[in-house]
């Protein structure tokens, strides 16, 4: 009964990774084109493209993998269901995740880790911690791989709506369902830190006081001191850069 649980599960994880052929039940010989931008995989903690094991590779990799991964994803087929990602794509994001998170999950502490590397200028810690906790939607302290295309799905191929709310939550520390000047305040420390002091043009220390004053002069419109997300999807939506820079991700993938 063990061994047949232990074939199922690894079939499983091949399906998920494009490494096991359904039709046939043997190792794909063929690599997973990568479909992803390499610019934009620099920016996605646990998403960098591999190359696919060859079939030599397999016997080894196949007790590594069962001795190591305690989380394992749903099937191909329900993901693709709840998110719009095709399954080639899912096996793609899959594999870079799995070769950065073999585990199956990412905990705080690494996600800073792997982040830090792409900002190496400057301190990206703040940053990534509260990108952690927009992606950690379930608050058990990691960020699944499920966690983690459902976010990204959100982002890359959601409406205007369902990106607009993804951004407001992450700007929204505490949850309260409105973003305050100094919730703002802390984003904006953290995006300068991320991007170091040795920038062109210089910045100045007062700049991130300033973009918040300028964020709440265009979206606060009742003047209350804070933000709430009708006014905050309202502002974007009549903003002409910002839906434009949410144009950029349409095909990343």
Same mark, same amino acid.
């Given at each position: 009964m063990?061994?047949?649980?232990r074939?199922?599960?690894?079939s499983?994880?091949r399906e998920?990774?494009g490494?096991y ?9 063929s690599?997973s084109k990568?479909t992803?931008?390499?610019r ?5 903690p ?8 060859s079939?030599?590779?397999n ?9 190591t991964?305690c989380h394992?994803?749903?099937s191909?087929d329900k993901l693709?269901e709840q998110?719009k ?7 793609v994001?899959?594999r ?12 705080e ?5 792997i982040?830090?590397?792409f ?6 810690s703040?940053?990534?911690h509260?990108?952690f906790e927009a992606?950690d ?7 699944s791989f499920?966690?983690?295309?459902f ?5 890359l191929?959601?409406?205007v709506?369902?990106?607009?709310n993804?951004? !407001?939550n992450?700007? %929204?520390? +505490? &949850? =309260?369902?409105c973003? #305050?000047k100094? $919730?703002m305040l802390?984003?904006m @420390? ?9 920038t062109y043009p ?8 300033e973009?918040?004053e300028s964020f !709440?002069?265009?979206? %606060?419109? +009742? &003047? =209350?001191g804070?933000? #709430?997300?009708d $006014?905050?999807i309202?502002?974007? @939506?009549k ?15």
């Amino acid at each position: 009964m063990k061994a047949k649980n232990r074939d199922q599960s690894l079939s499983d994880s091949r399906e998920l990774d494009g490494s096991y052929d359904q039709l046939t039940g043997n190792p794909s010989t063929s690599q997973s084109k990568k479909t992803i931008k390499q610019r934009f995989l620099k920016l996605l903690p646990c998403c960098q493209p591999s190359a696919a094991p060859s079939v030599s590779q397999n016997s080894v990799e196949d007790d590594f993998e069962l001795s190591t991964v305690c989380h394992r994803p749903e099937s191909m087929d329900k993901l693709q269901e709840q998110t719009k990602f095709t399954k080639k794509e899912l096996q793609v994001l899959y594999r870079g995740f799995k070769n950065e998170c073999p585990s199956g999950v990412v905990n705080e502490e690494n996600f800073k880790t792997i982040y830090s590397q792409f900002f190496p200028q400057g301190d990206s810690s703040m940053y990534a911690h509260f990108l952690f906790e927009a992606f950690d939607t379930d608050k058990n302290g990691s960020v699944s791989f499920e966690d983690f295309v459902f976010g990204l799905s959100i982002i890359l191929r959601g409406t205007v709506n369902d990106r607009l709310n993804w951004a !407001f939550n992450l700007y %929204d520390l +505490n &949850k =309260d369902g409105c973003i #305050t000047k100094e $919730e703002m305040l802390d984003i904006m @420390k953290s995006i300068y830190d991320m991007m170091g002091k040795y920038t062109y043009p210089t910045m100045q220390d007062d700049a991130p006081r300033e973009h918040v004053e300028s964020f !709440f002069q265009k979206m %606060d419109r +009742n &003047k =209350d001191g804070v933000v #709430t997300i009708d $006014e905050f999807i309202e502002s974007c @939506k009549k903003d002409e850069n910002i839906m434009q820079s949410m144009q950029l991700f349409d095909n990343v993938i």
